[in-house]
């Protein structure tokens, strides 16, 4: 019976053990599966975006050293139905508020990362700006988004054109 026992408690120990190893394993890396390459011109992208029946863009604001922005990419933007769902759905960038790469802006300006985020009044990371397919900015959050759920509900809620009637803390409260 003691033995019984101990293969009981040894396989109890081990199963949170296993069941967080295969989350991470179902996990994709979010710079490769969730964001699209893209070379900065976002007039383009946005051309690109339509052509292929998307709604728009959506920028991912953060920076390397942002601990929130690392965390929402380990652990919301590496899940398969977050990718698939904004994939379908929007171009999504990340724009680095402290890179020096050069871009061409939705006016066709060239400019940096770096400027363009402020540009977007851009003050903290994360931060999600939704682009209509004209490049004007229709919603923003601000913020670490921990689960998928709740990415994906921002999504819908531009998606809907909810964005044009209340706020999304009305939105979400519906849910």
């Known amino acids: 019976m003691n033995a019984l026992r101990r293969i009981i408690l040894t396989a109890a120990l081990c199963l949170p053990a296993l069941a967080a190893a295969q989350a991470d394993a179902a996990k994709r890396d979010a710079m490769q599966h969730f964001f699209v390459p893209t070379l900065g011109d976002y007039p383009a992208e946005l051309a690109d975006a339509k052509e292929a029946g998307k709604l728009g863009l959506v920028a ?52 940096t990362e770096k400027a363009f985020a402020t540009d977007a009044g851009v003050k903290f990371t994360p931060t999600l700006v939704f682009y209509d397919l004209a490049g004007r900015p229709v919603h923003r959050h601000v913020g670490e988004v921990k689960d998928a759920a709740t990415m994906i509900r921002i999504g819908e809620f531009v998606a809907t054109g909810a964005y044009r009637t209340q706020k999304f803390s009305e939105y979400q409260a519906d849910a």
């Open 60 to 111: 991912m604001f953060m920076w390397d050293a942002c601990p929130y922005c690392e965390r929402m990419k380990k652990n919301v933007l590496s899940l398969p139905e977050v990718q698939q769902w904004y994939r379908a759905r929007f171009v999504p960038i990340a724009v680095d508020t402290r890179g020096a790469v050069s871009v061409r802006d939705f006016n066709g300006r060239d400019t």
